[in-house]
């Protein structure tokens, strides 16, 4: 099945950190722009960092600028999002999606979505 799966996840300290992983199934990641967004309880989808499939830059959030920090590995065929200085309002569901582009932090023209994974940070 092809697919993106997410993981990295849990309960972390404000201050903490987590890394999060996107890995690939049955299909190669280097064809692909990678973006991670993340939606809170009652609040919209935001997409947090975005890295490109060609020259792999890097776009965040303002939010996030500076804490977060997007990478790739495509011989590994994962995305990863390492998340520094943890504050509670970081707490969302995070998911990452592949498609054609960046549009700054944005992933456009979507071709796979993960399930996300829960982020929960306490103050």
């Known amino acids: 099945q092809v697919q993106l799966v997410e993981s990295g996840g849990g309960l972390v300290q404000a201050g903490g950190s987590l890394r999060l992983s996107c890995a690939a199934s049955?299909?190669?990641?280097?064809?692909?722009?990678i973006g991670w967004f993340r939606q809170a309880p009652g609040k919209e989808r935001e997409g947090v960092s975005c890295?490109?499939?060609?020259?792999?830059?890097?776009y965040y959030a303002d939010s996030v600028k500076g804490r977060f920090t997007i990478s790739r590995d495509n011989a590994k065929n994962t995305v990863w999002l390492q998340m520094n200085s943890l504050k509670p309002e970081d707490t969302a569901v995070y998911s990452c999606?592949?498609?054609?582009?960046?549009?700054?932090?944005?992933?456009?023209?979507?071709?796979?979505w993960g399930q996300g994974t829960q982020v929960t940070v306490s103050s």
């Open positions: 999606a592949a498609g054609r582009q960046c549009l700054g932090r944005i992933v456009l023209n979507k071709h796979y």
């Open positions: 049955r299909f190669t990641l280097d064809k692909y722009a």
């Open positions: 890295i490109s499939r060609s020259d792999g830059a890097t």
